[in-house]
RNA sequence: GGCGGCGUGGCCGAGUGGUUAGGCAGGGGCCUGCAAAGCCCCGUACUUGGGUUCGAAUCCCAACGCCGCCUCCA
């Protein structure tokens, strides 16, 4: 039984499937007009891991992440580059991709873009037209909220409190400053499409409920993204669905943001760090575990300092990989849990570390618990018990490759001269000549070698 | 103004009323020729003021500080 916050129940409640062993999820995707940031790049780890965790459990995860590849901002971005729009597109649709692949987020089960969806969403847009749901202004046709009786559930108010404060909008042809644009007429020069009521472009909230409902059908089981989105994307995507007749998303859920100082990173704020520049300067996991050791939905802070813990951190467990050879898991391809032999502690530490991810993404805990078995395995190869420490290792290994995160053994590739002094060294050693082994030691060092003993002699790595 | 969240040891960061979170950094020890790695031990934290309770970081009330959504935003 898996359990997750519900952002609609306010509570932890649980995952109740559609169809028993299947999840079927959306997860709002980049609109592609610039560099991903590490916002983008927190809430694709945390999906990214629950949609390895439920895999890891068994179920078939149907996962789909849109890209939105048409809107204003995509728009103004070719107007700056004196490019054109699909172009613009397809350039940061690439850059996102290198990103996702960087930071080893597995590519979705389906990847719609809103382009491609452009017919479905004229004909919606037709229907609440019909319905009078949806009206015309002199620039495009909006939703008129008031015709969605439990409109707010997502934002967690009445419509009325949420108009109190709403603020001024320059359109005061809009029946309500709530109500939102489905489709926006093409001033001249813009990308349009065909429309019976004029030519344009979709808005951002039909884009995603025409993809998610079209893929996904009625009922899927999860609808997820950062805490922003909540509302009122979210909350437009979902009054769209209820006024079409649909019944949407089961369960809601969000994550929470990447903070910069005591400011929420965001791109209106110009305060992002790009995805690209963090991990070209670190390693990628270690952005990686700095996510998985915060709950999925409180705001972290990423900076050089809880950067560079992570780093150590993740050093501790690349030296527990090295010490027991375990071979990397986790990658492009998801894993299985019924496909591994536990042995007995193995197992009851899969026990342990999946009753916390079952408890709505309990990754800190999970961690926590998987940095204990390090110790363990360490512990009781110290003291001679290399069955358990092999099983501990390997149950680590696996657990960590379940959340995406994959330990390194990696020996560098050594090359003729450090092999030589690494030679030397042992020869050194054997004849007790510390002051040579030493000096040798320090040439290593020189090279750029992390020098460590072990039984079988001098091992060098990179640090 | 409405709604929601947060305030934990040097730092990051979990904590479901009572027993060690965990990591990083630091100190001591074991091991080692010396190191490194590993193992063991250590600091004894919970914004403030009340209250409930045999007992609260954990529940209630208040205050202070901070953040988010209500507008494009992951």
């Known amino acids: 039984m898996i359990r997750l916050f519900d952002s609609v129940r306010g509570e932890i409640s649980e995952l109740q499937l559609r169809d028993a062993g299947e999840v079927s999820m959306y997860v709002c995707g980049p609109t592609v007009y610039d560099l991903p940031h590490l ?126 404060g709403a603020r001024v909008e320059a359109n005061d042809e809009k029946r309500s400053p709530l109500d939102f644009a489905l489709w926006k007429f093409a001033k001249p020069g813009e990308p349009s499409w065909p429309a019976p009521f004029g030519d344009g472009r979709p808005g951002w909230h039909t884009e995603c409920v025409v993809m ?31 006024a079409a007749g649909h019944t949407f998303a089961r369960h809601w859920s969000h994550s929470g943001w990447v903070m910069v100082g005591s400011e929420k990173m965001s791109k209106s704020l110009g305060n992002f760090t790009s995805l690209t520049d963090l991990v070209e300067k670190t390693d990628p996991r270690a952005y990686r575990l700095l996510v998985l050791r915060s709950h999925y939905r409180s705001p972290i802070e990423v900076t050089p300092a809880t950067i560079g813990d992570a780093q150590r951190a993740l050093g501790r467990l690349d030296t527990l990989a090295r010490r027991f050879d375990l071979s990397a898991l986790a990658g492009p391809s998801l894993e299985v849990a019924s496909e591994f032999t536990w042995g007995e502690g193995g ?29 363990g395995a360490n512990s009781a190869a110290d003291q001679g018990d290399d069955a358990l420490a092999q099983e501990l290792a390997r149950a680590v290994n696996a657990l960590f490759g379940a959340l995406g995160l994959a330990l390194l053994s990696t020996s560098h590739l050594v090359d003729e001269t450090s092999g030589t002094l690494v030679a030397e060294r042992d020869e050194a050693r054997s004849l007790k000549n510390w002051a040579e082994a030493d000096r040798l030691r320090g040439e290593l060092v020189a090279l750029g070698w992390v020098v460590e003993d072990s039984p079988s002699g001098t091992q060098i790595r990179r640090p």
């Open 39 to 164: 916002g983008h790049g927190r809430y694709t780890l945390i999906w990214d891991v629950a949609r390895r965790w439920f895999t890891f459990r068994g179920l078939e995860v149907r996962f789909v992440s849109n890209i939105t590849d048409i809107d204003d901002n995509i728009i103004s971005r070719a107007l700056r580059d004196h490019t054109s729009e699909p172009v613009v597109a397809a350039t940061y649709e690439q850059k996102w991709w290198e990103a996702m692949d960087l930071i080893g987020v597995a590519r979705p089960s389906q990847v719609p873009r809103a382009t491609q969806y452009v017919v479905q969403m004229v004909e919606l847009i037709s229907s609440f037209l019909d319905d009078g749901v949806g009206y015309a202004t002199s620039d495009g046709i909006y939703f008129d909220v008031s015709r969605v009786s439990d409109y707010g559930l997502l934002a967690g108010q009445p419509l009325d409190s949420l108009r109190a």
């Open 212 to 242: 998610s409902l079209g893929l996904l059908g009625d009922g899927f089981d999860l609808h997820v993204g950062g805490f922003d989105l909540k509302f009122p994307h979210h909350e437009n995507e979902r009054a769209q669905a209820v």
């Open 347 to 375: 197992k009851a530490l899969f026990e342990k570390v999946g009753g916390f991810l079952d408890n709505d993404l309990d990754t800190p805990s999970a961690v926590a618990a998987l940095f204990e078995a390090v110790s």
